[in-house]
């Protein structure tokens, strides 16, 4: 069984368009987070959901907009989209926000802008 | 910025044991140690954490020193799968934006045959 699973795996589209994409987990936690890994390597966090609230916004373009419509599904969508967007994006999940639990990451969404 | 140092890159023979060493002099008191991992193409895997005590799991032992500045990860008999890039990070034992994780450029492990 998958415990954090994110769709699609791989992302190509063009400038300027739209995209979304998907993360779940079944490991019934209350936490969910999104991180970037850019070109470099360097995995930053973007967003962390706590029971479908939004409790972290890391200095993200609002271009990037997560959507928590319960607490196993916490999805990305990004608007006109830019080169510098291309990176590897990656969705995980703890327990819940007191800190002391592990993360569990998928296996991410690589996304190039063409 | 990541508040730990690590090597840049180990290797480390098939079988032995990797110690994969991190600085972090500047730890606060409320702060803890986590170890991940990130294989190839895969996301972060999470290892082992730790606040004072040395601590062990089925996957490594993680030891701290008595002034808490640094810490050694050990995987006690690498095999080639444990190649990956290794991730020393601190954070404080609670939720919020000080509790988030901050990656830096961690340790390359290459396990050879």
């Known amino acids: 069984d998958t415990a954090v699973s994110q769709t699609p795996k791989y992302l190509v589209t063009q400038m300027g368009n739209d995209k979304s994409i998907k993360c779940e987990q079944n490991l019934g936690h209350d936490t969910m987070y999104w991180y970037k890994q850019d070109s470099k390597k360097f995995l930053k966090i973007m967003f962390s959901?706590?029971?479908?609230?939004?409790?972290i916004n890391e200095t993200v373009p609002n271009r990037f907009s997560p959507k928590s419509p319960d607490k196993a599904h916490l999805n990305l969508h990004i608007n006109s989209l830019e080169l510098g967007d291309s990176a590897v994006y990656f969705c995980a999940s703890s327990q819940d926000f007191s800190g002391h639990g592990p993360q569990h990451f998928g296996d991410g969404t690589r996304l190039s802008i063409l | 910025d990541a508040k730990t140092t690590q090597p840049p890159s180990m290797d480390c023979a098939e079988g032995r044991a990797a110690n994969l060493p991190c600085n972090h002099s500047?730890?606060?008191?409320?702060?803890?140690v986590y170890w991940y991992r990130q294989i190839h193409s895969q996301g972060p895997q999470y290892i082992i954490h730790?606040?004072?005590n040395n601590e062990t799991n089925e996957m490594a032992s993680l030891i701290i020193t008595e002034d808490r500045k640094s810490s050694t990860l050990i995987l006690p008999h690498a095999t080639l799968r444990d190649t990956a890039v290794y991730y020393c990070?601190?954070?404080?034992?609670?939720?919020?934006?000080?509790?988030?994780?901050?990656f830096g450029k961690g340790t390359k492990l290459s396990v050879k045959p």
């Open positions: 990070i601190v954070r404080v034992g609670y939720g919020g934006s000080q509790g988030n994780l901050i």
């Open positions: 959901y706590n029971n479908k609230e939004l409790i």
């Open positions: 730790g606040l004072k």
């Open positions: 500047t730890i606060s008191g409320n702060e803890y």
